[in-house]
């Protein structure tokens, strides 16, 4: 089998409030499409009060790909990795 990694190709990330030492913050990732050698997810970073995400501090669209760690090429989404991401489509991490 060949060693695969996932390689963030781009980051359009926008800035929305600061982040305060001290504060919580919860990560949200959702899978927004999947192409043939790319996908992109959103991400939004919000502040966690009394357990729950409120204040949006930042939010990104991040696209990565699949890469052959031996032959550093990108390589297809396809067969099980592309239905764990196809599972993420409908459903936040």
Not at 30 to 51: D, H, P, T, Y
Request: proline content about 2%; overall charge positive; glycine content about 6%.
């Amino acid at each position: 089998s060949r060693n695969m990694a996932f390689v963030v190709a781009n980051i359009n990330i926008s800035y929305r409030r600061p982040a305060y030492a001290g504060e919580i913050i919860r990560v949200i990732t959702r899978m927004e499409k999947i192409g043939n050698k790319s996908a992109q997810m959103k991400q939004e970073v919000r502040l966690l009060e009394q357990g729950e995400p409120t204040a949006l501090i930042a939010d990104a669209i991040v696209t990565f790909c699949l890469m052959d760690s031996a032959t550093q090429k990108s390589v297809a989404i396809a067969g099980e990795v592309r239905q764990v991401l196809e599972g993420m489509l409908s459903e936040g991490l």
